[in-house]
């Protein structure tokens, strides 16, 4: 019996004792274009490589730089899908704060909030990791 009778579910240990969903989430983290940040004393600068695999994809609908609320922007390398969702979250999220603060959502708090996200995916029944790193800059 091969590794993938183990890779099916995310709380299912292999028999060398890893979670192979983990595992495959940091392949497709390692295998994703290069992702940077600079930080600079005017404010800061982030970074990443858009190579599409297939000619067929439209390059004006691929976005891997986001601005999420004035002064934050996400970057990722990894799985796009993923990365949408967690943008569109961490929107909502700054949009609620905005709504019921009447000022833009601190970058640790909506960082802290993204995380959760993160986690709550991971750690609930029938969902896994996010395939992806993201770079949060603000």
């Not at 990443?48 to 976005?63: I, R």
Request: with cysteine.
């Amino acid at each position: 019996m091969g590794d993938s009778a183990y890779s099916f579910s995310l709380t299912t240990f292999s028999r060398t004792g890893k979670l192979l969903q983990i595992e495959y989430a940091l392949n497709a983290v390692a295998n994703g274009r290069t992702s940077l940040g600079l930080c600079t004393k005017d404010g800061v600068v982030i970074a990443t490589d858009k190579k599409l695999s297939s000619s067929l994809v439209d390059v004006e609908h691929v976005h891997k730089v986001e601005q999420v609320t004035p002064a934050c922007g996400f970057v990722y390398s990894g799985v796009g899908p993923d990365y949408r969702v967690l943008v569109r979250k961490a929107r909502k999220s700054s949009q609620s704060y905005n709504l019921q603060y009447g000022e833009v959502q601190p970058i640790s708090q909506l960082v802290k909030q993204t995380a959760s996200v993160m986690q709550e995916y991971t750690q609930s029944g029938g969902g896994g990791p996010f395939w992806g790193s993201f770079l949060v800059a603000g």
